[in-house]
């Protein structure tokens, strides 16, 4: 996103949050890794493993969260590129991993399952951080053109009610019979689904839109997202939605109905994307 713009602005402040969050998703995947090694050196008891396992978490939570809260910078470049999302989806794989060898590796492989699912809602929570910091960073100097604050069109809404409560049904029912036929396999991928389709359900609100000279940013709660207008394919404008087409991703979508100056949206796109 916006790879050319500067974000040297944002050097000099302190991030201790991403800091933290980004040590503590290291050190979930590095501390069952430590047991495993330790369990093959010979080492057997548990409290020794318990503290080998307590001690790689806080060593390496520390050391991340010291070394990246004064190097803001790190998160800034993170959320301008796509690799963000890598430590997602490097935890899915390591949950995977883990579940895989609970044959031969028994408590660490457990361990590796369920860390693995801690790590990628952190992966999830420093990719979001990222975005956010970089966007913040790339449009700290830029001029304003318009804004504007709507929330999505009532089609695309139902369509994402749609999905999002049958996915989260099919993981309960899945789950219930993983249960009841003690399927340990069908328990744990119902338990990986089942948040998928609750944050369908969970979002889809209220948005606000800021067009600036450098690209459109995207401000929700929680989170920043910032597209350069050379991410931006085109726009279509009817009575009940504008949707903006992305290059690469899905449309950004908003109802129409909640845009207050409706004609100066249509000509600041018009003036830099062209009408579908």
Do not use: C, K
Request: charged share 15%.
């Amino acid at each position: 996103m916006g790879q050319g713009a500067s974000t040297a602005d944002n050097d000099t402040e302190s991030d201790p949050l991403f800091g933290g969050v980004s040590g503590a998703y290291l050190g979930l995947i590095l501390a069952p890794p430590v047991v495993l090694l330790l369990e093959q050196l010979g080492v057997t008891e548990s409290w020794a493993l318990y503290l080998a396992l307590i001690g790689t978490l806080a060593a390496v939570a520390t050391g991340t969260a010291w070394v990246l809260s004064d190097r803001p910078a790190v998160a800034t470049a993170l959320g301008a590129t796509r690799a963000r999302w890598l430590p997602m989806a490097i935890a899915v794989g390591y949950a995977v991993a883990g579940f895989a060898s609970l044959a031969t590796t028994g408590v660490v492989g457990v361990l590796a399952f369920f860390f693995g699912l801690l790590a990628f809602l952190l992966g999830m929570a420093t990719a979001v951080m990222a975005q956010t910091r970089y966007t913040a960073a790339v449009t700290a100097n830029t001029d304003e053109l318009t804004r504007w604050r709507a929330s999505w069109p009532e089609s695309a809404q139902r369509r994402r009610l749609h999905v999002g409560g049958a996915i989260a049904g099919v993981a309960t029912i899945g789950f219930a019979v993983g249960a009841v036929f003690d399927i340990a396999l069908l328990q744990y991928t119902s338990q990986v689904l089942f948040p998928s389709g609750f944050v369908l359900l969970s979002t889809g609100g209220t948005r606000t839109a800021v067009a600036t000279e450098r690209g459109l940013e995207i401000r929700l709660p929680v989170a920043r997202r910032f597209y350069a207008w050379e991410e931006l394919d085109s726009y279509d404008l009817d009575a009940e939605s504008l949707v903006i087409t992305r290059r690469w991703g899905t449309a950004l979508r908003f109802a129409t109905a909640d845009i207050d100056d409706v004609s100066l949206v249509e000509w600041t796109l018009a003036e830099r994307l062209p009408d579908d």
